[in-house]
């Protein structure tokens, strides 16, 4: 989602500006800007385009500054035209960039028309810019502190001015900032990602921080207004330009990169502890008398996945959630629940909010399964496991989905065995099915061009529908979401029983239907929903066992996986589901790392 970079040194940071925007340009936006002290006044240049067309126009004004902040902006108030494009600026003296949203932006914004300011875009960020000019009496640090006393909501903001250079100050309540301390320098970033190859020095802001920046150091003030210490780490942040090689686009990269994704997640795995998970006793984990787990989209059909293992394995009542949700309902907390977060950034902010509210319920046996180390989630979070995924640079998740997958098996493995429902030949069995994960993932990626034939057929269709039974109806989710996402095909998925409950009214030759068809002990039972789609007429594409005896005739199109892989079968099956979506989304010339109106990591509610 949106992205700050900001700087103050004794050379050009411009250059440093753009390569941070160009670090996160993976997360998704739809405008960028920056914003520099040159000269003692302010210059900004804004786009609607890439951060390349950003920089060619930087690059034809010959713009260069000691002092600087820059943004990528996905949209929440006001369209995403010139401007309403970050910086936003108050009277020439003060720029200012915001990731979040400021929920009483428009009671702000009526107080301070009437004081004379002039609003010249739709954006609660243009708020904050002026309000913060309104406070300005010399001294930025404190007009800032101030500021955001008033404000209500999320946000993470760097600001600058014209009366004082070298200086850039921040803060944060809700969205993610990090500090980045150099020789004589230094950076402010929504994310450390976004400072790789300029500093490894990095501080973590917590929530309620606000810092000021100057070539002499750092300082940070507290929530509460009292001066704190906030240490550097190091942190060796992965460089984002990654090449694509012999692929057309990072999202069918990622796909292909999947056996290698779950090895590297498995790795070093010999037996089943509570260890894995950050509890060397296991005294958190045995004491859990229940699962909850807490996500927003792929990553929550990843967690409605986990239920059925969860449930069958370890025998755990367990309840999965949506992040956005939970938080703003009455639940029945038990004191005695293991709240699990999925993330794939760990800065998913509706998560987080849930996480932070989970707690607050009193609710603190914690942990969450994340692709980042250095994230928010993994930091407030008392137990951790790792997926190692890599960088996923396509907005629609594939890889670190099925990594998300691998680790929580793992996570009801673990929870089985501390509750002895896991004999030692079962705890063996399942872990070398496990390692030979990747190798069956290899298999099933092999069947690629039997699904480009089928995305030939899908790429004219404006509607879908998807079917699964059991623990695959989080799959068949999870298929329909990925074909929404990038294809701009409408497409929704259901439990297989339920299509004579409504959905089959939809049922024609014209609407695709989707079947995810292991062979397990629904399988008799979805063979009858099948059967119920072709009596009206219905194209069945059904993604089967070898052994289901499905076989290919008029109005069925089958595609069979190499072989039947037990609990492990949802991580298999989603992948021709991907490769689906892909295919299809090529055929009809969308943006397929960068699909419309979306973002990579939702940092805004």
Not at 227 to 256: C, N, W
């Amino acid at each position: 989602m949106c992205g700050i970079v900001g700087a103050a040194a004794k050379r050009n940071v411009v250059p440093v500006l753009l390569e941070g925007l160009r670090r996160l340009e993976y997360r998704g936006y739809d405008s960028c800007g920056v914003a520099v002290l040159s000269d003692g006044a302010l210059e900004r240049v804004r786009s609607v385009a890439r951060v390349s067309d950003l920089a060619a126009q930087v690059a034809s004004r010959a713009l260069g500054a000691e002092t600087g902040i820059a943004h990528t902006r996905w949209a929440t108030h006001g369209a995403p035209l010139t401007h309403n494009a970050h910086p936003m600026l108050s009277r020439g003296e003060i720029a200012l960039v915001h990731n979040g949203i400021i929920e009483n932006y428009e009671e702000l914004r009526v107080g301070l028309k009437a004081a004379g300011y002039a609003f010249e875009s739709e954006t609660d960020t243009e708020v904050i810019a002026h309000l913060v000019h309104s406070l300005y009496a010399g001294n930025l640090f404190d007009a800032v502190r101030k500021a955001v006393k008033r404000l209500a909501g999320a946000y993470a903001i760097a600001v600058v001015t014209s009366r004082e250079p070298h200086r850039v100050v921040g803060a944060r309540a809700g969205s993610p900032l990090v500090i980045g301390v150099g020789a004589g320098e230094m950076f402010l970033a929504s994310d450390a990602l976004a400072l790789a190859g300029t500093t490894e020095n990095i501080v973590f802001l917590e929530e309620g921080d606000v810092t000021e920046l100057g070539l002499d150091g750092y300082r940070v003030f507290d929530a509460a207004g009292n001066a704190v210490k906030r240490e550097p780490r190091v942190v060796k942040a992965t460089d984002t330009t990654v090449e694509l090689g012999p692929y057309s686009h990072y999202m069918q990269k990622e796909i292909f990169e999947q056996p290698a994704a779950v090895a590297d997640t498995l790795e070093g795995i010999e037996v089943v502890t509570p260890a894995l998970f950050g509890d060397p006793t296991g005294h958190v984990l045995a004491g859990a008398e229940s699962v909850l787990l807490l996500a927003c989209g792929t990553s929550y059909y990843s967690g409605l996945t986990a239920k059925y293992w969860l449930e069958s394995l370890a025998g755990i009542p367990t309840q999965v959630e949506i992040a956005s949700e939970y938080r703003y309902r009455d639940s029945v907390p038990n004191a005695k629940a293991l709240v699990v977060v999925v993330s794939q950034s760990g800065e998913t902010a509706d998560t987080l909010a849930a996480l932070k509210h989970a707690r607050a319920l009193g609710q603190h046996r914690t942990l969450c399964v994340c692709n980042v180390a250095t994230s928010a989630m993994v930091r407030e979070t008392g137990l951790r496991f790792l997926t190692h995924a890599g960088v996923e640079i396509g907005v629609a998740s594939t890889k670190a989905f099925t990594t998300q997958l691998t680790a929580l098996f793992m996570l009801a493995l673990t929870l089985a065995k501390l509750r002895g429902a896991l004999s030692l030949e079962q705890e063996q069995r399942h872990l070398h099915s496990l390692r030979r994960l990747p190798k069956a993932l290899a298999a099933v990626l092999a069947l690629e061009p039997q699904v480009i034939a089928w995305s030939q057929r899908f790429a004219t269709k404006e509607h879908a529908l998807f079917l699964g039974r059991g623990m695959h109806y989080p799959i068949a989710l999870e298929g329909a979401l990925k074909l929404k996402e990038i294809s701009y095909i409408h497409a929704e998925a259901y439990p297989a029983g339920e299509l004579k409950h409504g959905p089959l009214a939809l049922v024609t030759a014209e609407m695709p239907v989707v079947t995810v068809a292991p062979n397990d002990a629904l399988l008799e039972k979805l063979k009858s929903n099948m059967q119920e789609v072709r009596a009206r007429g219905g194209e069945l594409y059904v993604l089967a066992d070898a052994d289901t005896k499905i076989a290919t005739s008029e109005g069925v199109n089958v595609i069979r996986l190499p072989e039947h892989y037990g609990p492990l079968s949802p991580i298999l099956h989603v992948v021709p589901l991907q490769l689906l979506a892909y295919h299809t989304a090529l055929a009809r010339g969308t943006d397929v790392d960068k699909p419309r109106n979306l973002a990579k990591s939702v940092t805004v509610e």
